[in-house]
C-alpha cells in the first residue's frame, strides 16, 4: 500500500468516526413538543397519503380545465398496393406495387354541453379544498396524539424521580432506625415495617420506571422513530399557567369551533361537492351542440403521364361506304415521376366542417338515475354534517366539563398533598423522637406518597384537558 493510499484510508476512517459520532449526539438529543410535533407531523404515513390524495384532486381538477379546451389530433398512414396494378406507361395491368400516403387534422370544440364543463370545473376545485381541509384535519389530530403522547412522558418521567426520591427517604429512615437498633435505643420489630416500607418503595419505583419506559417508547413510536434508546424528551418543569379558556361557556367554544375546525370544513365542503354533482347529473338533460372541423390530403408515389407537345394522327376507324380511314388527333405522352409533395398536398387536400346537435330523448333511464343517486348523495352528505356538527358539540361539553372537573380536582390534590406532607413531617420527628411506631410512621409515608402521585396525575391531566378546549377554541398547541 502507498503512502497516499494509506493517507486516503486514514482519511476515509476519520471521516465515518466523525459522522458516527454526529449522528449519535443528534440522536441523543433530547427532544422538544415543537420538534416532536413538527417531525410526527412531516413523517406520518396517514398524512402523506392525504397529500397524495391532495395531488390526485389537484390532478383532477387540470383534467376539468382541459375539458374547455378544444380537440385536436393528427393521423397519417402509408399503404403499399402490392399485386395486380394498371401501368400508367403502358396502360397494361401488371405485378407492381404502388404506394400511397394520407393525412389529416381533425378538431372538435365543444359549444354548449348545459354548463357541464362549468359545474365539472367546480366540482374540481372544491375537491381541492375538501382534501385540503382533510389534510389539515389528519394532523391536528397527530399534533394533538403527540401532546397526549409528550404529556405522558412528562408525568411517568416526574413520577419516577418522584418514586426514586421517596425510595431514598426509605432507605435513609432504615439505615437511621438499624444504626438505633443497633444502639439499643429501639427494639428490633421496628425495623420490620421499615424494611416491608422500603420494598414496597423499591416495587413503587420499579413500576413508575416500567411506566415511563412504556410511555417514551410509545411516544417514540408514535414518532417512527427506529432508535427508541437513545430517545428522550427535554428537562423542563411545567406548572399550571392561569388560562381564561374555562371563563368561555360550552356555546362560545362551539361557535368558534365550528367557524375553525377542519373537519367541519371538510364535510361543508362534502355537501357543496354533492350539489355540484347534481347540477352535472342534471345537465345531462340539457341538448349539446359541438363543432368540427377536418383537414385532410393525400399523396402517390406512381409514375404519371404528362403531354410532350406533339399531336399525332391515330387511326379511329372507317368509313362504311368508302372503306376511308378515319383519324383523330391525339396529344403524345411520356412517362414522367410523381408530382412534387408539396404539389400534391395542395392539389388533393380538402376540407370538411360543421356542428353536431345532439338531444337526449331516452337512455334507458340512466340520466334519470344518476340524477336521484346525485340527490341521495346530497342527503348523506347533509346528514354527515349534521351528525359531525353534533358529535363536536358532545364533545366540547364533554371536555368543558372534564376540564373544570379534573382543575378542580388538580385544586384538591394540592391541598390533600400538603396535607399530607405536613402530617409525614409531623409523623417523622414522632418517630425520631421516639413517640411514634415505625407502622405509624409508614402509614403516614405511604398516604403522603400516594398524595404526591395523585397530584401529578391530576396536574398532567387537567394540563391535557385545557388544552383541548384551547385546541377547539383555536389556540395552538404549545407548553
Given at each position: 500500500m502507498t503512502k497516499t493510499m494509506r493517507r486516503m484510508l486514514l482519511l476515509f476512517?476519520?471521516?465515518?468516526?466523525?459522522?458516527?459520532?454526529?449522528?449519535?449526539?443528534?440522536?441523543?438529543?433530547?427532544?422538544?413538543?415543537e420538534a416532536a410535533v413538527e417531525h410526527a407531523v412531516k413523517n406520518n404515513l396517514q398524512i402523506r397519503q392525504a397529500y397524495l390524495d391532495v395531488m390526485d384532486a389537484e390532478t383532477y381538477k387540470s383534467q376539468a380545465i382541459g375539458n374547455f379546451l378544444p380537440s385536436l389530433n393528427l393521423s397519417a398512414g402509408h399503404s403499399w398496393n402490392v399485386g395486380l396494378n394498371r401501368n400508367l406507361t403502358t396502360n397494361t395491368l401488371e405485378d407492381m406495387t404502388n404506394q400511397f400516403s394520407n393525412g389529416s387534422l381533425d378538431m372538435g370544440v365543444n359549444i354548449y354541453n348545459g354548463k357541464r364543463n362549468v359545474y365539472q370545473l367546480l366540482s374540481a376545485n372544491l375537491g381541492?379544498?375538501?382534501?385540503?381541509?382533510?389534510?389539515?384535519?389528519?394532523?391536528?389530530?397527530?399534533m394533538l396524539l403527540v401532546v397526549n403522547g409528550y404529556l405522558q412522558v412528562l408525568f411517568s418521567k416526574e413520577n419516577l424521580a418522584v418514586q426514586n426520591n421517596q425510595l431514598l427517604v426509605a432507605k435513609s429512615e432504615l439505615e437511621q432506625t438499624q444504626a438505633l437498633v443497633n444502639a439499643g435505643v429501639l427494639p428490633q420489630g421496628e425495623l420490620y415495617?421499615?424494611?416491608?416500607?422500603?420494598?414496597?418503595?423499591?416495587?413503587?419505583?420499579?413500576?413508575?420506571?416500567?411506566?415511563?419506559?412504556?410511555?417514551?417508547?410509545?411516544?417514540?413510536?408514535?414518532?417512527?422513530?427506529?432508535?427508541?434508546?437513545?430517545?428522550?424528551?427535554?428537562?423542563?418543569?411545567?406548572?399550571?399557567?392561569?388560562t381564561m379558556i374555562l371563563d368561555k361557556s360550552p356555546q362560545e367554544l362551539f361557535d368558534k369551533a365550528v367557524s375553525s375546525?377542519?373537519?367541519?370544513?371538510?364535510?361543508?365542503?362534502?355537501?357543496?361537492?354533492?350539489?355540484?354533482?347534481?347540477?352535472?347529473a342534471k345537465a345531462a338533460y340539457q341538448p349539446s351542440l359541438s363543432?368540427?372541423?377536418?383537414?385532410?390530403?393525400?399523396?402517390?408515389?406512381?409514375?404519371?403521364?404528362?403531354?410532350?407537345g406533339?399531336?399525332?394522327?391515330?387511326?379511329?376507324?372507317?368509313?362504311?361506304?368508302?372503306?376511308?380511314?378515319?383519324?383523330?388527333?391525339?396529344?403524345?405522352?411520356?412517362?414522367?415521376?410523381?408530382?412534387?409533395?408539396?404539389?400534391?398536398?395542395?392539389?388533393?387536400?380538402?376540407?370538411?366542417?360543421?356542428?353536431?346537435?345532439?338531444?337526449?330523448?331516452?337512455?334507458?333511464?340512466?340520466?334519470?338515475?344518476?340524477?336521484?343517486?346525485n340527490k341521495v348523495n346530497v342527503d348523506r352528505s347533509s346528514t354527515a354534517l349534521t351528525q359531525q356538527k353534533q358529535d363536536l358539540e358532545r364533545t366540547i361539553y364533554q371536555s368543558y366539563n372534564d376540564a373544570k372537573g379534573v382543575l378542580k380536582a388538580y385544586e384538591a390534590a394540592q391541598k390533600t398533598t400538603q396535607a399530607r406532607k405536613e402530617a409525614y413531617q409531623y409523623a417523622l420527628n414522632r418517630f425520631n423522637a421516639g413517640a411514634a411506631t415505625s407502622l405509624q410512621f409508614s402509614q403516614a409515608k405511604q398516604r403522603y406518597d400516594s398524595a404526591v402521585s395523585a397530584e401529578l396525575r391530576a396536574k398532567f391531566d387537567a394540563i391535557f384537558r385545557i388544552k383541548i378546549l384551547e385546541f377547539y377554541f383555536g389556540i395552538p398547541l404549545t407548553l
Open positions: 476512517v476519520t471521516i465515518q468516526l466523525l459522522f458516527g459520532y454526529s449522528q449519535q449526539s443528534q440522536q441523543s438529543v433530547p427532544w422538544t413538543l381541492v379544498l375538501a382534501r385540503q381541509y382533510q389534510l389539515e384535519d389528519m394532523k391536528e389530530d397527530v415495617e421499615l424494611q416491608a416500607t422500603l420494598a414496597t418503595q423499591e416495587q413503587q419505583a420499579v413500576t413508575a420506571n416500567n411506566e415511563y419506559e412504556m410511555a417514551r417508547i410509545s411516544l417514540a413510536q408514535l414518532l417512527l422513530l427506529k432508535d427508541f434508546e437513545n430517545f428522550s424528551i427535554a428537562d423542563f418543569d411545567y406548572d399550571m399557567v392561569a375546525r377542519n373537519d367541519i370544513r371538510f364535510a361543508e365542503t362534502n355537501v357543496d361537492i354533492a350539489e355540484t354533482n347534481l347540477k352535472i363543432g368540427y372541423y377536418s383537414y385532410s390530403s393525400r399523396l402517390s408515389y406512381a409514375d404519371r403521364l404528362v403531354p410532350t406533339a399531336v399525332s394522327l391515330v387511326e379511329f376507324g372507317t368509313v362504311a361506304e368508302t372503306g376511308q380511314a378515319v383519324v383523330i388527333p391525339q396529344a403524345q405522352t411520356e412517362s414522367a415521376s410523381h408530382l412534387p409533395i408539396g404539389d400534391q398536398l395542395r392539389q388533393n387536400d380538402g376540407h370538411n366542417f360543421g356542428v353536431s346537435l345532439r338531444i337526449p330523448i331516452l337512455n334507458g333511464l340512466t340520466v334519470k338515475n344518476n340524477v336521484r343517486r
